[in-house]
């Protein structure tokens, strides 16, 4: 395939440039992902190229001339981080909104991107902040029939419904605000850039000139970015190497629950999440996001078990559920919902081998209550011994929960922070905790929770 006038190769995975058509990128080893795109004049490097090192204490620079700063002269002023309103994002966020920081919030179609970000703009601007939301993809009318439903707005946010990113520059360079809102980088484009909005070369272009406003006026900028069938963000890979911070906003359109996850934070952890629901008037955050779980959970039924799982520092209790039935055909069936299939697999060969239970002759269904997906170790105890009580016909007491690692052997390993999770037990009402022994050995004894320590799995189901 030959180059054509004016164009060029970008892998849609690394923004890899080629002059030719390639099968496998040499950069990022991925195939079938080149494309061809228009290619126009570059612009020549100006003022803006010096912004970031202005940020930098002390900082007039001329052109040409930088000085490096040592790390004493370096200040870190807590008031840099601005609050969302929301504990749930200022968590994920690792504490508030940094000035200078670039946000790319990604997740499907109508999953309530604009509607959080939105609610964040009100907030911000009844904290005295200035905010533009710069929309590219709905008019001014659609925000305000939004904002409605939300609820009063405090304060004077700016809106802005325009896609040429040389007027929103120019924009932000007269308001100066102290939060920008791209709603959504697929839409916005450079004149500089001969190919469509939404391309690699413009996605790539559009956030690098949203990168130096942020970093060289310290404005905090969110990019709202689309996501592919894979669950991505689209557009090249780059893409997520290049801001900060990457949150996904993660739940079934169906469900009212919705999970803000960070899996990029330069400025805290990437273990957090922020547990929302979607209400008539916007999305209401959850603080006990383990009661919310927990809510509506059967009394003495068979196939139900309480476990504890980590999500950064939050312990989160959740609901395991089984059901193992005999199978009326030659080969059983397994179905996993909101943890890994295979790990399912591995703990009932485990049971076949250790305790001699003929699984063989059994279907197994194993289900997350919520929707919650969780593949922490941590939840292994609990689905053996979800799946014996099912098979067993034999309920678990509604007030224990349970929680270790299952090794090969049929071992109960250790787990990490097993002390907290026993708190946010004992917190919701629990009145026996089973885990490994090895934990218990380490752990502070309370006289309001019961603590039994199991080595094997053996043991575990004795306990039934």
């Given at each position: 395939?030959?180059?054509?006038?004016?164009?060029?190769?970008?892998?849609?995975?690394?923004?890899?440039?080629?002059?030719?058509?390639?099968?496998?990128?040499?950069?990022?080893?991925?195939?079938?992902?080149?494309?061809?795109?228009?290619?126009?004049?570059?612009?020549?490097?100006?003022?803006?190229?010096?912004?970031?090192?202005?940020?930098?204490?002390?900082?007039?620079?001329?052109?040409?001339?930088?000085?490096?700063?040592?790390?004493?002269?370096?200040?870190?002023?807590?008031?840099?981080?601005?609050?969302?309103?929301?504990?749930?994002?200022?968590?994920?966020?690792?504490?508030?909104?940094?000035?200078?920081?670039?946000?790319?919030?990604?997740?499907?179609?109508?999953?309530?991107?604009?509607?959080?970000?939105?609610?964040?703009?009100?907030?911000?601007?009844?904290?005295?902040r200035?905010?533009?939301?710069?929309?590219?993809?709905?008019?001014?009318?659609?925000?305000?029939?939004?904002?409605?439903?939300?609820?009063?707005?405090?304060?004077?946010?700016?809106?802005?419904?325009?896609?040429?990113?040389?007027?929103?520059?120019?924009?932000?360079?007269?308001?100066?605000?102290?939060?920008?809102?791209?709603?959504?980088?697929?839409?916005?484009?450079?004149?500089?850039?001969?190919?469509?909005?939404?391309?690699?070369?413009?996605?790539?272009?559009?956030?690098?000139?949203?990168?130096?406003?942020?970093?060289?006026?310290?404005?905090?900028?969110?990019?709202?970015?689309h996501?592919?069938?894979?669950?991505?963000?689209?557009?090249?890979?780059?893409?997520?190497?290049?801001?900060?911070?990457?949150?996904?906003?993660?739940?079934?359109?169906?469900?009212?629950?919705?999970?803000?996850?960070?899996?990029?934070?330069?400025?805290?952890?990437?273990?957090?999440?922020?547990?929302?629901?979607?209400?008539?008037?916007?999305?209401?955050?959850?603080?006990?996001p383990?009661?919310?779980?927990l809510?509506?959970?059967?009394?003495?039924?068979?196939?139900?078990?309480?476990a504890?799982?980590?999500?950064?520092?939050?312990?989160?209790?959740?609901?395991?559920?089984?059901?193992?039935?005999?199978?009326?055909?030659?080969?059983?069936?397994?179905?996993?919902?909101?943890?890994?299939?295979?790990?399912?697999?591995?703990?009932?060969?485990?049971?076949?081998?250790?305790?001699?239970?003929?699984?063989?002759?059994?279907?197994?269904?194993?289900?997350?209550a919520?929707g919650?997906?969780?593949?922490?170790?941590?939840?292994?105890?609990?689905?053996?011994?979800?799946?014996?009580?099912?098979?067993?016909?034999?309920?678990?007491?509604?007030?224990?929960?349970?929680?270790?690692?299952?090794?090969?052997?049929?071992?109960?390993?250790?787990?990490?922070?097993?002390?907290?999770?026993?708190?946010?037990?004992?917190?919701?009402?629990?009145?026996?905790?089973?885990?490994?022994r090895i934990?218990?050995?380490?752990?502070?004894q309370?006289?309001?929770?019961?603590?039994?320590?199991?080595?094997?799995?053996?043991?575990?189901?004795?306990?039934?």
């Amino acid at each position: 395939m030959a180059k054509g006038k004016g164009t060029a190769f970008f892998c849609k995975e690394c923004g890899y440039e080629s002059v030719k058509w390639l099968g496998q990128c040499p950069a990022c080893r991925e195939w079938n992902t080149f494309v061809e795109e228009p290619v126009g004049k570059k612009e020549a490097p100006g003022k803006r190229g010096l912004g970031i090192q202005a940020l930098s204490q002390g900082g007039q620079y001329e052109r040409g001339k930088v000085r490096p700063s040592r790390l004493s002269e370096i200040t870190i002023d807590e008031q840099d981080r601005m609050k969302t309103g929301f504990g749930e994002l200022d968590r994920v966020l690792g504490g508030g909104i940094v000035k200078g920081s670039l946000v790319l919030v990604g997740g499907d179609p109508g999953i309530g991107k604009s509607t959080l970000l939105l609610q964040v703009c009100r907030n911000l601007a009844g904290f005295g902040r200035k905010v533009l939301y710069i929309s590219g993809e709905e008019s001014l009318k659609q925000i305000k029939l939004r904002a409605n439903r939300i609820g009063a707005v405090s304060g004077e946010p700016l809106f802005l419904c325009e896609t040429n990113l040389e007027l929103i520059d120019t924009a932000i360079e007269e308001e100066k605000p102290d939060v920008v809102i791209i709603d959504s980088i697929q839409t916005m484009f450079r004149e500089e850039i001969a190919s469509a909005p939404g391309s690699v070369s413009q996605v790539r272009e559009s956030t690098n000139l949203l990168m130096q406003i942020a970093k060289g006026r310290g404005i905090a900028v969110f990019i709202v970015g689309h996501v592919t069938k894979e669950g991505v963000v689209a557009g090249p890979r780059v893409l997520e190497h290049m801001v900060d911070t990457v949150l996904y906003f993660e739940g079934e359109r169906s469900a009212s629950y919705r999970i803000i996850r960070g899996v990029k934070n330069r400025f805290g952890s990437t273990n957090e999440i922020g547990v929302f629901e979607m209400l008539e008037n916007g999305l209401a955050e959850v603080k006990n996001p383990s009661e919310y779980m927990l809510n509506g959970r059967p009394e003495d039924a068979s196939g139900g078990v309480v476990a504890c799982s980590m999500e950064g520092t939050r312990p989160v209790l959740l609901e395991v559920q089984a059901l193992v039935t005999p199978t009326v055909f030659g080969m059983p069936r397994r179905t996993a919902a909101g943890t890994d299939y295979n790990r399912v697999n591995l703990l009932m060969a485990v049971l076949e081998k250790r305790c001699r239970y003929d699984l063989s002759h059994f279907d197994a269904y194993i289900n997350i209550a919520g929707g919650m997906k969780m593949n922490e170790p941590a939840l292994d105890l609990a689905i053996v011994m979800a799946i014996v009580s099912s098979m067993k016909d034999r309920a678990v007491d509604s007030k224990t929960v349970i929680f270790g690692e299952v090794g090969l052997s049929g071992e109960v390993r250790a787990v990490s922070m097993a002390q907290q999770r026993a708190w946010e037990a004992e917190k919701l009402g629990f009145h026996t905790c089973i885990l490994p022994r090895i934990c218990l050995d380490k752990m502070k004894q309370t006289g309001k929770i019961k603590l039994i320590g199991v080595e094997n799995i053996r043991e575990a189901i004795g306990l039934l």
